[in-house]
């Protein structure tokens, strides 16, 4: 499916002034759409402000050297934002991934736009841009780019990149195809360094991380024949590594380099009675139905529950759920 953006076009030369906004706790699809976008928009002769419900993620603070994403109520107001002709929303089509930001785009008096690969959305009353086969919205962006004539620099090409490079696992996920590669042969041509920014993704951690990594590690135990593995942390484990809460993301997918595994699970103790439970499946095993059993959701392959009570009960409730579901 290819977007017509002749209309957005049309759009974006009419107006002045435009606020870019994307979901809270941004990943670098959202940040990198919003900070090459704006970019873009300059190229053009656009006055653009970036505003977020909240900072960009301390991990991946090297997308936007500038600090050019602005917070509400910290570094931009919402009179200043409303002041704006047009809004555009990247990378999520959901109110509650905004945040904070959800009431000021509701309250926006110009004209709303969402650009966005996600599948499912609410009505934001915004003219829509979606492609849900789409690998990254990062891609979305540089095809707009180009259908306004703008020039690619290496400065939008950075944030591109790594927005496509991190939505797809580093061009590993089925979502990959081959206008993922092409666009992503069009951002090197346009200066964006991919060692350089694998480094920057992937080789930056802190060692708390890495000492955490092995407490995970240690804790894997195998079920079923080998087919569910699960691991944990426990808030001792933070204390004695001084890693924090977000150290645990991508851990769990460790624990699928392991021939014959089909369901993967990480249980954080984030307080006595708060235990976040991440599920992964590489199999036709359905992982979200699990999850929506304990209030929880997201995909078929990963899902997430935030289960009100004690790791114990978490891990005992959570694997027997999986243990009969995989072998009744
Ligand atoms: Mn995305």
Not at 11 to 29: G, M, N, P
Not at 133 to 154: D, F, M, P, W, Y
Not at 243 to 270: K, M, P
């Amino acid at each position: 499916m290819d977007i017509d953006w002749q209309p957005l076009c049309e759009l974006i030369r009419q107006h002045e002034s435009f606020v870019l906004t994307s979901h809270c706790r941004a990943d670098c699809d959202a940040v990198g759409s919003e900070l090459a976008l704006a970019q873009i928009l300059e190229a053009l002769g656009k006055k653009v402000i970036i505003a977020n419900g909240d900072a960009v993620p301390e991990h991946i603070g090297f997308i936007d050297p500038d600090g050019r994403v602005r917070v509400l109520h910290e570094s931009v107001q919402p009179a200043e934002i409303s002041a704006a002709a047009v809004l555009i929303v990247v990378d999520t089509s959901a109110w509650v991934q905004l945040g904070p930001m959800a009431e000021v785009v509701r309250g926006f008096p110009g004209q709303r736009v969402v650009i966005d690969h996600h599948v499912g959305q609410d009505d934001l009353g915004a003219l829509t841009f979606k492609d849900e086969t789409a690998s990254a919205t990062g891609r979305l962006i540089l095809e707009l780019g180009e259908a306004l004539g703008v020039t690619i620099t290496s400065a939008m090409a950075t944030p591109l990149f790594a927005a496509i490079a991190t939505d797809t696992g580093w061009f590993r996920f089925s979502s990959v195809q081959e206008k993922t590669f092409l666009a992503l042969s069009r951002l090197v041509g346009a200066g964006a360094d991919p060692p350089a920014i694998f480094s920057a993704l992937y080789e930056q951690h802190s060692l708390a991380r890495l000492y955490l990594r092995a407490r995970i590690l240690e804790h894997v135990v195998a079920d079923v024949g080998g087919r569910l593995l699960s691991t944990y942390v426990t808030q001792q484990d933070f204390r004695d590594t001084g890693a924090q809460s977000t150290d645990t993301e991508d851990a769990i997918n460790i624990l699928h380099t392991v021939a014959g595994s089909e369901v993967a699970v990480l249980f954080v103790e984030l307080s006595e009675n708060v235990t976040k439970v991440s599920l992964r499946s590489r199999t036709d095993f359905d992982v979200r139905e699990i999850a929506a059993r304990f209030g929880g959701g997201g995909h078929r392959a990963a899902s997430g529950v935030s289960y009100a009570g004690p790791l114990s009960s978490a891990q005992q409730e959570v694997l027997d759920a999986i243990r009969s579901a995989l072998a009744p």
